[in-house]
């Protein structure tokens, strides 16, 4: 056998990114000379024991992917690796069957897991844990506002739905803090899509009896389609949470600027922005505010005093 070889080069060019094991290349009709003799051309380069490449320069993420999933097989990528996001240590996290001992590989976290067969998505190359199984695993591992930021990462991709993960959750004996996971899901399905939006749910709105806001709501200004963070609706007050992120330049307030001024012309509402500040180190003030607010325009409640409250 060749490298050049036409079932050999189709899985090293267009299915592996030039990443083949041993026993693949013996499953195409290779032999053990042959393997010698295309490591001794350097048409191959032994990446680990029994997985190889077609060259010899620095491996990219994707092909040391593939050599940890070949080298560990059966094996799938997982947590983060399986989401295509970076880990915190930078490895490749990779999952095995639950009870399977396999040696350390430099750069590869091996994790065994229960159900192993079920939960790998059959239609991934190279295999991955599913969406929603790998989502739910990264976030048990997570604080609670990372927990957050990932789910809510996740739905707003659209690769997973909240339903999908519920699935996910119940299916799992034991999992750590599975409460907690719960409550991130269910605030997900109320509409709150960072760790802002969910700040503001809890600290300002929930903790304080204010009333429920219309979340994510399509809006049409200046023939744009936009979606609002929030808006009590029957009161016309609109509420835009803006994270660090929307703070990076003149244009990006500009913008905000213009859009609030849009929102006052289209009709009798009024935009109220608020900060990371004012949802998480004063969000017994910023509720006040809001209450009084609403309660010019029409709202006949009244705040609720929480612990912190002054």
Do not use: K
Not at 46 to 59: A, K, S, W
Not at 199 to 217: K, N
Not at 266 to 271: E, V
């Amino acid at each position: 056998m060749r490298a050049d070889d036409t079932d050999l080069h189709h899985l090293l060019v267009r299915v592996q990114d030039g990443v083949v094991s041993r026993r693949q290349i013996l499953d195409l009709g290779g032999t053990e000379p042959d393997i010698a003799r295309m490591l001794r051309r350097r048409d191959l380069t032994r990446v680990t024991p029994g997985v190889f490449v077609n060259h010899t320069g620095p491996l990219t993420h994707a092909q040391r992917e593939f050599a940890a999933v070949l080298a560990c097989a059966p094996a799938a990528l997982g947590f983060e690796s399986a989401l295509r996001l970076p880990t915190p240590d930078g490895q490749i996290r990779i999952v095995i069957p639950n009870g399977r001992r396999l040696q350390s590989l430099p750069g590869v976290r091996i994790q065994g897991i229960r159900h192993f067969h079920d939960r790998v998505d059959p239609m991934t190359t190279p295999p991955r844990i599913r969406v929603p199984d790998a989502a739910i695993d990264t976030a048990a591992e997570r604080g609670t506002a990372g927990a957050f930021a990932l789910l809510a990462e996740v739905l707003h991709s659209r690769r997973t739905t909240t339903s999908a993960l519920r699935g996910a959750l119940a299916a799992r004996a034991r999992i750590a803090r599975r409460r907690v996971l719960v409550g991130l899901i269910d605030d997900l399905e109320a509409g709150t899509c960072s760790v802002l939006e969910r700040g503001y749910l809890h600290l300002v709105e929930r903790r304080h009896g204010l009333p429920v806001m219309t979340r994510q709501g399509a809006d049409r200004i200046s023939g744009r389609r936009i979606y609002r963070d929030g808006e009590y609706d029957a009161y016309g007050v609109v509420i835009e949470l803006d994270g660090l992120a929307y703070h990076d330049g003149a244009a990006a307030r500009a913008r905000d600027s213009t859009r609030d001024l849009e929102t006052a012309a289209s009709g009798d509402r009024i935009t109220v922005r608020l900060t990371h500040r004012q949802v998480f180190d004063d969000g017994c003030r910023t509720a006040l505010l809001i209450g009084q607010i609403l309660g010019r325009r029409g709202w006949q409640g009244t705040i609720t005093r929480c612990p912190l409250c002054g």
